[in-house]
């Protein structure tokens, strides 16, 4: 079975500082990753997501994400966060191939972003 | 593209009473729905998958008998509380893929309070 592990439940950052949010999965071959932002009361947004290829990926909102297979990571990246970037931070992992996981997502805890001005 | 509706955004009931909540693919055929809870301060977790046309696969755990699940077009599931209770209170997200893709395209979700 799938798993998602988010190891920090709450960050707090400084407007202008840089950030990395971490994700840690578990999964038996290479799985779908994604990363989505939550506002309070609001649906998931995609901010960005890795199928294969290039492992270092660019999403939306100036994030980025790297995949990397040998930690099982597959960590949120922003060099300059702003304080509009304060929401809650979703990893994901997805199955690839057929069987019933095949389509469902499972997601981290998630990761709730303070920025301080 | 890829828009996901849902309707209501909130609703309030009576303890015993049925909710239906609809989600609704606005650009796109939705060939596969889901449907999600999530509590206060607490990730999502799956409660059903459904195919257009077909029944509804539930995770472990979820009575279906209870939250009953209805994808009779390849633009509309349905999420139906019956006897609701206070502990049903939560947000409830759905979400649709098409062709058979991993990647899911989220609904904004509709607070359900049971009074």
């Known amino acids: 079975a799938q798993s998602v592990t988010q190891p920090d439940i709450h960050i707090t950052v400084s407007e202008g500082a840089s950030l990395e949010l971490r994700c840690n999965y578990s999964y038996g071959a290479t799985p779908y990753l994604f990363w989505y932002v939550q506002s309070p009361g609001q649906g998931l947004q995609l901010l960005l997501k890795y199928f294969s290829g290039d492992t270092l990926v660019q999403g939306i909102k100036g994030f980025e994400a790297e995949f990397k297979r040998s930690q099982s990571s597959f960590n949120l990246r922003k060099p300059s966060v702003h304080w509009s970037d304060a929401a809650e931070y979703f990893c994901?992992?997805?199955?690839?191939?057929?069987?019933?996981?095949?389509?469902?997502?499972?997601f981290g805890q998630g990761t709730i972003l303070t920025v301080h001005p | 593209g890829a828009v996901v509706s849902q309707h209501p955004s909130r609703v309030i009931c009576k303890s015993g009473t049925s909710v239906k909540i609809e989600c609704r693919s606005l650009?796109?055929?939705?060939?596969?729905m889901f449907w999600y809870r999530q509590f206060p301060k607490q990730s999502l977790m799956l409660m059903a998958t459904s195919n257009e046309g077909s029944k509804a696969t539930y995770e472990q755990g979820v009575e279906k008998d209870k939250f009953l699940i209805n994808h009779a077009s390849l633009t509309l599931s349905t999420l139906t509380v019956t006897s609701a209770h206070p502990e049903d209170s939560s947000f409830y997200i759905c979400?649709?893929?098409?062709?058979?893709?991993?990647?899911?395209?989220f609904g904004p979700g509709t607070r359900l309070t049971v009074l």
């Open positions: 994901a992992v997805g199955a690839q191939g057929g069987g019933t996981s095949y389509g469902k997502l499972t």
């Open positions: 650009d796109f055929q939705a060939t596969t």
């Open positions: 979400s649709a893929s098409y062709g058979g893709g991993t990647e899911q395209f």
